[in-house]
Nanobody, 120 residues
Framework: QVQLVESGGGLVQPGGSLRLSCAAS????????MGWYRQAAGKQREVVAQ???????YYDSSVQGRFTISRDNAKNTVSLQMNSLKPEDTAVYYC??????????????WGQGTQVTVSS
């Protein structure tokens, strides 16, 4: 099992920055993909950014160039640096670990979520 604990959310003005952090406990495998999702009020949860153990990132087009994801394999942590924040970035942000098990089963582990509000 994997437990994920996020920190770093809050209220920020448009154009500001926030850094989200997620600490994972339990076994994290080198094949696990770590990432961040978000869910705005009344909308579906969507991927924001993901990163594999080799450090290769993926970003949704809406955050490309503004957000940076990083991962520390030794500490089992993943962070999301968010710059140039916009009101449309307002959402609950969830840390995620995606795992493909032997046999092809996909497993998702989720944190409890942290609120990010971008407002003047």
């Amino acid at each position: 099992q994997v437990q994920l604990v996020e920190s770093g959310g809050g209220l920020v003005q448009p154009g500001g920055s926030l850094r989200l952090s997620c600490a994972a406990s339990g076994n994290i495998f080198s094949t696990d993909v770590m990432g961040w999702y978000r869910q705005a009020a009344g909308k579906q949860r969507e991927v924001v950014a993901q990163i594999n153990s080799g450090g290769s990132p993926y970003y949704d087009s809406s955050v490309q160039g503004r957000f940076t994801i990083s991962r520390d394999n030794a500490k089992n942590t993943v962070s999301l640096q968010m710059n140039s924040l916009k009101p449309e970035d307002t959402a609950v942000y969830y840390c995620n670990v995606w795992r493909r098990e032997i046999g092809g089963t996909n497993i998702n582990f989720w944190g409890q979520g942290t609120q990010v509000t971008v407002s003047s």
